[in-house]
């Protein structure tokens, strides 16, 4: 069997949402200190609704599909439920990723949380701060 299924292949090759949103409502950054790979996702905020989302990530194939894949999954969702995105759903989306790679896609999960966040305290919106554990090593 493959090492990546063909989504991972396919994210990587031709990854969604690629960029950076000038008018951004929150900003996430996160990475990972064991391999350094670093992942910055943007999000457009209305009416509760994430209207629009791009990331850049500096990493491996892994990272950037995972990224693409998580773009694509929160994408006019409700903030609830995007706060709701767990880094094994997008391993799933993806038709799984190797075990070595699951990080990967847990830059992902945190990237937007921390964007999440960065749009909550941006516009001095209250939230119970167990939502948004410090990101952690692997
Ligand atoms: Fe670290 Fe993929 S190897 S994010």
Same mark, same amino acid.
């Given at each position: 069997?493959? /090492?990546?299924? +063909? %989504?991972?292949? $396919?994210?990587?090759?031709?990854?969604?949402?690629?960029? %950076? /949103?000038?008018?951004?409502?929150? #900003?996430? +950054?996160?990475?990972?200190?064991?391999?350094?790979?670093?992942? %910055?996702?943007? #999000?457009?905020?209305?009416?509760?609704?994430?209207? $629009?989302?791009?990331?850049? &990530?500096?990493?491996?194939?892994?990272? #950037?599909?995972?990224?693409?894949?998580? &773009?694509?999954?929160? %994408?006019? @969702? *409700?903030?609830?439920?995007? /706060?709701?995105?767990?880094? @094994?759903?997008?391993?799933?989306?993806?038709?799984?990723?190797?075990?070595? @790679? /699951?990080?990967?896609?847990?830059?992902?999960?945190?990237? #937007?949380?921390?964007?999440?966040?960065?749009?909550?305290? @941006?516009?001095?919106?209250?939230?119970? *701060?167990?939502?948004? *554990?410090? *990101?952690?090593? +692997?």
């Amino acid at each position: 069997m493959a /090492l990546y299924s +063909e %989504k991972v292949m $396919d994210h990587f090759r031709n990854p969604r949402n690629v960029g %950076k /949103l000038d008018d951004a409502d929150g #900003i996430g +950054e996160v990475g990972n200190a064991r391999c350094g790979d670093i992942m %910055k996702i943007y #999000i457009k905020v209305a009416d509760g609704v994430i209207s $629009d989302v791009k990331f850049n &990530t500096y990493g491996c194939g892994s990272a #950037i599909a995972s990224s693409s894949m998580a &773009t694509e999954m929160i %994408k006019g @969702k *409700p903030i609830s439920e995007a /706060l709701e995105l767990t880094n @094994k759903a997008v391993a799933e989306a993806l038709d799984g990723l190797p075990a070595h @790679k /699951l990080h990967c896609s847990v830059l992902a999960e945190e990237a #937007i949380r921390a964007a999440i966040k960065d749009y909550y305290d @941006k516009n001095g919106i209250a939230y119970d *701060p167990s939502l948004f *554990p410090e *990101p952690h090593e +692997e």
